[in-house]
């Protein structure tokens, strides 16, 4: 069975555009959360989707959003980049709500100049 | 407000000892505990879990112990092999809603052959 998915691996913009992230889950996943890993802050929760409707929302500002499609696919978008937002964006899925059944993918490494 | 705390930011072991790693959270309404592994360019992978209910959950070489009146839990690793130097995530979740899973801030093992 095939991981998650995401795309593009790497990505430079510059302050005040906007981006984009495109996470696929493990097929039959229909539950998709993102994080923002920065060093010394962790792995920060954005928010999780779940058959489209997002019902968890991390303490991100409102540039930070995203959707679910129908066929679970997530994206998420961030407008008026700043510096501070250069981070590795981590995208899970998990088949139930168990924590432990969460898997990873390899991340969007993003940096904005 | 960082729920979950891992003070030490990295830590190097010799191949064969124990490595002990930390983790402290805040919120008392944590009832699972998890640690993850993240190698560099790839996603954390879950690597082993305890409920409050337990105080210590073995996996092979990795055990880990959780003090509910001291909200606090380690990972032990015995004995310490060179791939398992990486970094270590430490994460909580509560059993209501949703089980958002809390990160904390990571360490870097670096075990030294």
């Known amino acids: 069975k095939a991981g998650v998915t995401q795309t593009p691996r790497y990505l430079i913009k510059t302050r005040g555009q906007q981006v984009t992230l495109s996470c696929s889950p493990i097929?039959?996943?229909?539950?998709v959360s993102w994080y923002q890993q920065t060093p010394g802050q962790g792995l920060q929760f954005l928010f999780e989707y779940f058959s489209e409707t997002q019902r968890n929302k991390g303490n991100f500002p409102g540039r930070f959003s995203g959707r679910q499609f129908s066929n679970s696919r997530s994206e998420m978008n961030v407008s008026t980049l700043e510096l501070g937002d250069s981070a590795l964006y981590l995208c899970?899925?998990?088949?139930?709500?168990?924590?432990?059944?969460?898997?990873f993918g390899p991340g969007t490494r993003l940096t904005v100049t | 407000d960082q729920q979950v705390k891992q003070n030490s930011p990295s830590l190097s072991v010799q191949e064969g000892r124990i490595s002990i790693l930390n983790c402290d959270y805040t919120n008392s309404m944590f009832d699972y505990f998890l640690w993850y592994k993240k190698y560099p360019a790839e996603g954390p992978t879950f690597l082993i879990s305890?409920?409050?209910?337990?105080d210590k959950n073995e996996d092979g070489r990795f055990t880990v112990f959780l003090n509910k009146s001291a909200k606090h839990l380690s990972l032990h690793i015995v004995p310490s092999q060179p791939g398992d130097s990486a970094v270590y995530f430490c994460?909580?979740?509560?059993?209501?809603?949703?089980?958002?899973?809390?990160f904390g801030t990571g360490t870097k093992l670096q075990v030294i052959p």
């Open positions: 994460a909580a979740s509560d059993s209501g809603g949703y089980q958002k899973v809390t």
């Open positions: 305890i409920s409050s209910i337990k």
């Open positions: 097929s039959g996943h229909r539950s």
């Open positions: 899970a899925s998990r088949l139930t709500s168990a924590p432990y059944e969460q898997y």
